[in-house]
């Protein structure tokens, strides 16, 4: 976090680095803005309604995201293989001349990394709990913008405050609204109720302020 802090120093406003983690597939193909990534059908239906901007809040067209999270047992899709469906709970969209892209998925939830080696002793040895903070993985790539690895946390997560990594960064725990109408759900195509967030990812333009 410390490497990460200093390597990607960017203006107040532009969206904050966070770490990768080790659970990232390269390669997912481009899936269409409303897909539901989550193929397991387990956990709390999530819609995100996202647009990427510029500091100046110019819509960036043609964005690719990639996002990935766990699934509601708490395990990425390529720590149980054979268990989960490939794939499960990851996706990769393209924003639109707006900016904008959605897809639907599942609240993320809290997890414990791997602990049954040297990190294992080593928080034992702390005194720390092995538990992250839920949230869900992106990363923001676009032709004159720096590329942003970043997270999205769950609001109401109660480890927020004590993420084992040190991940949380304040501008990146996400507004949440549970949402009950029936219309509306029906009409975009997902379950009732579902939680909705919109986030902005906010980039900055390569070579702006200098190096870095
Ligand atoms: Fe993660």
Redesign the pocket.
């Known amino acids: 976090m410390l490497v990460d802090a200093i390597n990607h120093r960017r203006p107040e406003t532009a969206t904050e680095n966070t770490i990768l983690?080790p659970?990232f597939v390269e390669g997912m193909p481009v899936s269409p803005s409303g897909t539901n990534i989550c193929l397991d059908g387990k956990g709390e239906p999530l819609v995100v309604q996202a647009q990427v901007v510029d500091i100046d809040g110019a819509p960036v067209k043609g964005a690719v995201i990639d996002v990935w999270q766990?699934n509601d047992d708490g395990f990425y899709d390529v720590q149980q293989k054979g268990l989960q469906p490939d794939g499960n709970l990851r996706g990769k969209f393209q924003s639109d001349a707006q900016g904008r892209f959605w897809f639907q998925t599942v609240k993320p939830r809290d997890y414990p990394i791997p602990a049954d080696g040297p990190v294992g002793k080593l928080l034992t040895t702390l005194g720390r709990h092995p538990n992250?903070a839920a949230?869900i993985?992106f990363i923001v790539q676009a032709a004159g913008y720096e590329t942003v690895i970043t997270l999205i946390f769950s609001p109401d997560c109660p480890y927020l405050d004590e993420d084992t990594v040190f991940g949380v960064k304040e501008s990146l725990i996400g507004q949440f609204e549970k949402v009950n109408d029936s219309r509306l759900a029906g009409s975009i195509g997902v379950p009732n109720p579902f939680w909705l967030t919109a986030p902005d990812f906010v980039l900055k333009p390569v070579g702006y302020g200098g190096a870095n």
Do not use: E, V
């Open positions: 983690g659970f766990t992250r949230h993985h």
